[in-house]
């Protein structure tokens, strides 16, 4: 016999209150205190050397322009489409977003873009003599674009007389390391000096 049921009455959707979660208990400091004895006797502290060497992968753009540094020579990279050369070298134009066309040998020769005295090292270690970073536009390259080395071949150890001596635009020549003693970095040139007789060019 079948059993009829009958529905009771449907009952309205009501709205569950979020439950409710107790934040994890404070867990006392794990460790044990120095006592003061042991904060004055003992060693605190210990001193070594790392040994944190690393590698470094130049790629393709920069790995050919450090070998020909090693050879004696400053390479760029031209784009036939918005006709830019530009050193340091690069893998792609980033003006039209496409791989560089051709690989070019520059001379070693420029002008001073800008520049600077400094009587601090990068690691702030005086110096009697000033050094004098500028930005180098290699000649062959597209203006204002260069790269950062240093201006050597100075007199004095004064502002007044580096600027005697450097402006904007006056040309320079790169003074390699010899030889056997490059490595294949942007140090194998020692440093730009001006090109003396000649005149500025901006």
Not at 83 to 98: Q, Y
Request: with cysteine; net charge positive.
């Amino acid at each position: 016999m079948a059993r009829t049921v009958t529905p009771g009455p449907r009952r309205r959707p009501t709205t569950a209150s979020p439950r409710m979660i107790d934040a994890p208990p404070r867990l006392p400091m794990r460790g044990t205190g120095l006592s003061e004895a042991e904060f004055q006797k003992t060693v605190a502290t210990v001193e070594w050397v790392p040994a944190l060497e690393y590698g470094w992968d130049t790629g393709e753009a920069i790995g050919r322009f450090l070998a020909g540094l090693r050879a004696g020579k400053i390479y760029g990279v031209r784009c036939r489409r918005c006709g830019r050369t530009v050193t340091p070298p690069r893998a792609f134009c980033e003006l039209d977003f496409k791989p560089m066309d051709e690989w070019v040998e520059l001379p070693p020769t420029g002008t001073v873009n800008t520049f600077s005295v400094c009587y601090v090292t990068w690691d702030m270690k005086p110096l009697r003599k000033p050094q004098v970073p500028a930005v180098i536009e290699i000649d062959g390259t597209t203006p204002r674009v260069g790269f950062l080395h240093l201006l050597g071949g100075l007199r004095g150890t004064s502002v007044e007389a580096v600027h005697r001596q450097v402006q904007i635009g006056m040309p320079v020549r790169a003074v390699w390391k010899p030889a056997r003693e490059r490595s294949g970095a942007i140090t194998d040139i020692l440093y730009f000096e001006p090109v003396r007789g000649k005149g500025r060019k901006a």
